[in-house]
């Protein structure tokens, strides 16, 4: 399958069945997006077939899906347009269900967030609830809440989800499969998600053949306890962040905070949470590094 006469994609021979979870892997332009939309129905296969249970009920998010927003209507008109036999109490509910509170289930969308839009996006992807259920990059550009609020959707789903993500975090928890998308293949991926982000951070090619190693300098005894001790302190970094993260994300799901009058303290909460995420970016790259370190000179 490609675009113009020129694959992207060749030979591909994929099987997704209910309950699966798959992530795809792969460098940007390798055609992650590409398979999404096939497999979506978006886009046909120049060759080859495929083949669907004729009931199969297809969910599809990307973030340019929010450009197909209609701007001078409200959420509520678009899910009325979904469902015309449902009252206004079961719609609200609905989009309360999605974090879009009462004011904005009234506003047109040309006046809402980012955060929101992709929120009423997802509510449209998911409102016939999908046997599968295809996600392109759904965080980007997803405010913290929501990106909460689809980390816990997602854990929870029961049908089938194919994720294609940068959010190593958000794929450690949805994913149990991977699939690497790469050279106009698609395959499973035969490591697993530490494996692969090592790679992608040592800027190896993913899946190479081993490349020769730079000759292992010889290290005291003394230098390599001290980097063995650098990795334990990493590690106990983490683990006491990833506690903090969990803690606060269990607070920011208490659907009591987001009353109007909590604002200040919601605010508090979510300024906290992001100081958090941050510094589990940076100690996931110190941890990699002492790490890389320990490993070069074992
Ligand atoms: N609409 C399009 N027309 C022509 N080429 C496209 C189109 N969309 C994607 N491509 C090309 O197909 C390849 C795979 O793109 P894509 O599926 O978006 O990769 P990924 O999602 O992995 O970054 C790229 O070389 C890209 O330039
Ligand atoms: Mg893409």
Redesign the pocket.
Same mark, same amino acid.
């Given at each position: 399958m %490609?675009?113009?006469g020129v694959p !992207?994609l060749r030979r591909l021979n994929l099987r997704i069945d209910q309950d699966d979870r798959i992530a795809l892997l %792969?460098?940007? %332009?390798?055609?992650?997006?590409?398979?999404s939309k096939l497999l979506a129905n978006k886009l046909q296969a120049a060759e080859g077939r495929i083949i669907r249970h004729s009931k199969l009920r297809i969910g599809y998010f990307a973030q340019h899906q929010v450009d197909e927003l209609h701007i001078d209507e409200t959420p509520l008109q678009h899910i009325q347009r979904l469902r015309p036999e449902e009252g206004q109490p079961r719609l609200r509910a609905r989009l309360a269900g999605f974090g879009l509170m009462a004011d904005q289930a009234e506003t047109v969308v040309g006046r809402l967030s980012g955060g929101q839009k992709a929120r009423l996006s997802l509510l449209l992807a998911t409102i016939d609830a999908p046997h599968l259920l295809i996600l392109d990059e759904p965080t980007n550009h997803l405010d913290m809440e929501s990106r909460e609020a689809l980390v816990e959707a997602l854990t929870e789903y029961p049908g089938a989800v194919v994720l !294609?993500s940068h959010d190593m975090h958000l794929l450690g928890l949805v994913a149990d499969r991977l699939w690497l !998308?790469k050279g106009g293949a698609v395959e499973p991926y035969t490591e697993d998600l530490d494996a692969y982000r090592r790679q992608l951070l040592a800027g190896d090619e993913v899946k190479s053949e081993a490349k020769p190693l730079e000759k292992p300098k010889k290290i005291s005894r003394d230098d390599m306890l001290a980097l063995k001790a650098e990795v334990r302190r990493c590690e106990e970094i983490l683990t006491k962040l990833n506690d903090m993260r969990d803690k606060l994300a269990k607070k920011l799901a208490d659907p009591a905070l987001y009353e109007d009058a909590r604002k200040g303290e919601l605010a508090t909460w979510n300024a906290k949470y992001g100081e958090v995420m941050n510094g589990l970016d940076r100690a996931e790259a110190m941890w990699l590094a002492a790490q890389e370190k320990l490993e070069a000179a074992t």
């Open positions: %490609g675009y113009g !992207v %792969g460098r940007n %332009g390798e055609g992650k997006s590409t398979l !294609v !998308v």
